[in-house]
């Protein structure tokens, strides 16, 4: 296996943290900390970078947020300047691992994501049901981000990684002096008070090298699964494993055997949410429900979408935000529906998104006297095709 001992000085270069600023601020530009950073970028970054030489470096305080969708989550925020530094590791690091990851490990991967996933999925699902009576077997992974191991972790990291600097600034990212990340064993979020949170596992949901971090950690599975289990049809999308197969007892001899690598190895285990499903009663993978003939949104995210859809549209009404931020929840709904089967979702959508058009004529009265508003040709047509594949 090749090693790295020099990763720290390239980590810390102030070229590498100003092209991190430019990753970092993507789609945040008109946020008050960036647009702070932004002013003297070359004069933090210097200071950055001098504070990971000096190894003075220390992560901020996390802002902590609840994401309710599809299960509630407590997610965590970093201070912008914590984020640079997060996009320079990752620039240098993460291709460091992701040559060695699987063709089938698919998730914040450039060229993979979650429609690949899914696509590659139903594809080998159309393979096993036409050879006869087939299985899915779902692995879920309890609590994983807040379960990852930090020592095993970066026993891990250390078999590639053997520059001491770089080791260190991976253990200030872990070990957070302000706020810890993991559950005990079994628990939810909501139950654990902050007080009572586990310092030596879990890493924070919606930092970049969380993500990372769950990737390589899992990796361990993947290499056992392929190369010492030798399964083919095996797919994972970070924590949300799939595998199919004809034989119902040998999934169940698979999945035991899976659960057991993952205690001994890795400090994790699966839940109860664990299942092996006839093939033709479909599975749910990131976030869909796939069959081998078609895919259909899972009910809790209909049900999202349809509420948020209609938040967004009385905060138009009200005028607490504006029609480019209504047009751009339609356009990211339009990308979701467009990889699903979801026809009378889109009529209903469809009905709910018309009177975003009504509210608009309304406004347009108003401002020009009472009088009829001529909006640009197609407007008005738009409601009834615009979430249409």
């Known amino acids: 296996m090749k090693t790295y001992n020099n990763i720290f000085v390239q980590v810390a270069d102030f070229e590498n943290l100003m092209l991190a600023h430019k990753h970092a601020c993507k789609g945040k ?14 004069e933090y970054c210097i200071i950055l970078k001098n504070r990971l030489e000096k190894q003075t470096y220390k992560v901020g305080a996390y802002r902590i947020f609840w994401i309710r969708r599809p299960v509630l989550r407590m997610a965590m925020a970093l201070h912008y300047p914590d984020r640079v530094v997060q996009w320079g590791i990752y620039q240098i690091v993460f291709p460091i691992f992701d040559k060695g990851f699987i063709p089938d490990s698919y998730a914040c991967r450039k060229g993979k994501g979650a429609h690949a996933a899914l696509d590659h999925l139903q594809y080998w699902m159309r393979q096993a049901d036409r050879g006869g009576p087939a299985y899915t077997l779902k692995l879920d992974v309890s609590k994983y981000f807040y379960r990852i191991d930090h020592e095993i972790l970066l026993r891990i990291i250390g078999k590639k990684i053997t520059d001491p600097r770089m080791m260190w600034l991976f253990r200030v990212i872990l070990h957070s002096d302000q706020t810890k990340f993991g559950l005990p064993e079994g628990m939810s979020a909501d139950e654990v008070p902050p007080e ?39 797919i994972r999308y970070m924590d949300d494993i799939i595998i199919v197969g004809h034989d119902k007892q040998e999934l169940a001899r698979i999945r035991d055997e899976i ?40 009910h809790a995210t209909i049900r999202g979408i349809k509420l948020r859809l209609s938040q967004v549209l009385a905060e138009y009404e009200e005028g607490k935000i504006t029609e480019e931020s209504v047009e751009r929840t339609i356009g990211s709904y339009r990308g979701v529906l467009s990889h699903c089967e ?6 209903k959508l469809n009905q709910t998104y018309g009177k975003f058009y009504e509210i608009k004529k309304e406004r347009g009265k108003k401002e020009h006297g009472n009088q009829d508003v001529q909006f640009e040709e197609g407007w008005e047509d738009l409601s009834g095709t615009l979430l249409s594949g």
């Open 196 to 234: 009572c949170r586990l310092e030596d596992v879990g890493v924070p949901i919606g930092n970049l090298t969380s993500q990372m971090f769950a990737n390589i950690y899992l990796d361990t599975l993947d290499q056992f699964v392929k190369h010492t289990l030798h399964i083919h049809w095996y």
């Open 29 to 42: 530009r008109t946020r008050d900390e960036v647009l702070v950073f932004e002013q003297k970028k070359a």
């Open 259 to 298: 659960g057991a690598f993952l205690r001994r190895e890795l400090n994790l285990a699966l839940n109860r949410k664990t299942s092996i499903q006839p093939l033709k009663q479909g599975v749910e993978f990131v976030g869909m429900k796939v069959w081998p003939t078609h895919r259909r949104l899972r």
């Open 342 to 347: 979801c026809m009378s979702l889109r009529h």
